[in-house]
């Protein structure tokens, strides 16, 4: 079955404007924001979003204390020629959509270990800088703007 080239990407943050960041455990040293591929072709977005916070991090966006913030941004992005084999011939862009959630420092976080090694929490700006995905660095860059809108 191959992957939807469908998206989302969830910048976790607190407040303060700390970025959680996880370590890929395909690709030691390459760190990123939550991400995931639809399910299907009907899944809501908020419902990839929720699923893949939870499936990557154990956190749960229950809507009230924990809520998605759905910011209506998309990127179309070239999919690394690594992980193309993932997607059915031909497919060599992706469509990216953008959510960020609001949590409290000390929050639990229990990485999927076949998905990721460990996680660290950064300012904004060195986040950014540690991403290796430069539309996942760019939507963390813009995350002050979005925190003042929420």
């Not at 998605?68 to 020629?81: A, G, K, M, R």
């Not at 993932?86 to 959630?101: C, D, I, L, M, Q």
């Amino acid at each position: 079955m191959h992957k939807i080239p469908e998206s989302v990407l969830v910048v976790i943050h607190t407040a303060e404007l700390e970025v959680l960041l996880i370590e890929r455990a395909d690709k030691p040293g390459f760190w990123q924001s939550v991400t995931g591929s639809l399910d299907a072709h009907d899944e809501p977005l908020i419902e990839t979003a929720r699923r893949e916070l939870f499936e990557e991090t154990g956190i749960v966006a229950d809507g009230e204390r924990i809520r998605l913030v759905d910011w209506h941004l998309s990127n179309i992005y070239e999919i690394y020629p690594t992980w193309r084999h993932r997607y059915a011939p031909g497919v060599t862009h992706n469509t990216e959509h953008v959510f960020s959630v609001c949590v409290p420092r000390d929050i639990p976080v229990i990485l999927s270990p076949r998905e990721h090694l460990r996680y660290a929490w950064l300012p904004y700006l060195e986040a950014a800088d540690r991403c290796f995905s430069s539309s996942n660095a760019e939507a963390i860059l813009q995350l002050p703007r979005h925190v003042r809108n929420d």
